[in-house]
């Protein structure tokens, strides 16, 4: 799977892949030259070129462009972590799946402009920058050093190439469909919500329009409409939820023309093929044994844990698979599936997941998730 940006020739193209399918005790890092042209798969994960360098802006548009932080999770702590006062060239990007301060010191050794670390060191507010704790110590040399720090950690799991997608492939030949789809990042029209009503009257037309009109954050259109024979106008109108209140204070006025408001919420469009997990069900069913066998291929590992649900075997069949890279708890919870595939899992989800479905749930969590 090639996941690294349009624009960049980097790293291998598994990279990305496997960022959260390594032991926990392992780092992942890889040092990538950085230059303007097409991705292709290399053998070396150094890449030199002699024109190597990129302005840190334009890496960052270019890093969005491949996967939008608008995917991340609202809890996720996403995007440029630590910036270097500006400009900031970058020449080398260094990629990790945890940025510790063995990797950082790693990554200056590497003459590192900008480290892409999958899961973000900086997770929870600092209110101090010491030499105290690990964390802080690695912003520390960052700045020191002018070496900035972005991390895209969900925003790439739920990108349509990311890493839940290449996980779906290891399955075999399926269909999938996310479990949680991402939300585009903005409404298809102006506002948040729409007001619709009628109106039969010129004069009561003039003024309400006026009125409407009048309000902040509102757009108004108007069309004929025809009720019981009677020729009418039907409002339509988008506004904000602050515009909103404002609407109806107006409206309540005319309790005729009140009680026959009809107020819509607006939800922004689901995105195809983008959001956290995905759920995959099989061409053909397959016994457990195959199943784990093609994961294992898939993720280049040779053991992995299983649980096996009350009275299945290695032979019970495969037909729908539930993922999630990472800690999938909140995602994989009331998705009903043959078989469970996550990188680490609490110990009441599984509780859950054997005693609801009496199924066939999978942690990875010894080869997975990270530090």
């Known amino acids: 799977m090639g996941v690294l940006p349009q624009g960049f020739t980097g790293c291998a193209s598994w ?5 959260t399918l390594l032991p926990d005790s ?6 990538v030259r950085l230059v303007p042209t097409t991705v292709r798969p290399v053998h070396s994960l150094i890449c030199n070129s002699s024109r190597s360098f990129m302005d840190l ?7 969005n462009d491949f996967a939008s932080l608008s995917f991340a999770e609202s809890w996720d702590n996403v995007g440029l972590l630590v910036e270097p006062s500006p400009p900031h060239i970058v020449n080398t990007l260094f990629l990790t799946n945890d940025l510790t301060e063995e990797v950082m010191e790693e990554a200056l050794q590497k003459k590192a402009d900008l480290i892409l670390s999958y899961h973000p060191p900086i997770f929870r507010p600092m209110k101090r920058i010491t030499w105290k704790t690990w964390k802080e110590r690695v912003v520390i040399r960052a700045l020191e050093n002018r070496v900035g720090i972005y991390s895209p950690h969900t925003a790439y799991d739920a990108a349509p190439q990311g890493v839940n ?14 479990i949680h789809p991402s939300k585009a990042p903005n409404y298809p029209t102006e506002g948040t919500h729409r007001v619709e009503f009628n109106v039969n009257h010129t004069q009561d037309l003039d003024k309400v329009m006026s009125a ?9 259109a108007s069309f004929p409409a025809r009720i019981d024979d009677e020729q009418q106008t039907r409002i339509s109108l988008n506004c904000t939820q602050k515009a909103l209140m404002q609407v109806v204070a107006f409206l309540s006025q005319n309790r005729q023309l009140y009680q026959k408001t009809e107020i819509l919420s607006l939800e922004k469009p689901l995105l195809l093929n983008t959001g ?5 069900t099989l061409d053909e069913s397959v016994s457990l044994a195959t199943m784990i066998e093609r994961i294992k291929r898939h993720l280049k590992l040779s053991h992995i844990r299983l649980a096996l649900g009350a009275g299945r075997t290695l032979e019970s069949l495969v037909k729908v698979v539930a993922l999630c890279a990472g800690s999938g708890c909140s995602v994989l919870r009331g998705v009903e599936a043959d078989l ?3 990188g680490s899992i609490s110990q009441r989800t599984k509780y859950w997941l054997l005693l609801q479905f009496i199924t066939l749930p999978v942690s990875l969590r010894q080869c997975s998730h990270g530090c």
């Not at 997608?165 to 996310?178: E, F, I, Q, V």
């Open 26 to 31: 392992c780092m992942l890092s890889s040092c």
């Open 57 to 63: 802006k334009t890496l960052l548009s270019s890093l």
């Open 212 to 220: 409407m009109k009048g309000i902040v954050d509102v757009s108004v």
């Open 340 to 342: 469970y595939l996550t």
């Open 165 to 178: 997608n290449w996980l779906a492939k290891g399955l075999g030949a399926c269909t999938s469909r996310p």
């Open 276 to 280: 956290m997990g995905r759920l995959c």
């Open 15 to 19: 990279l990305f892949g496997v960022l």
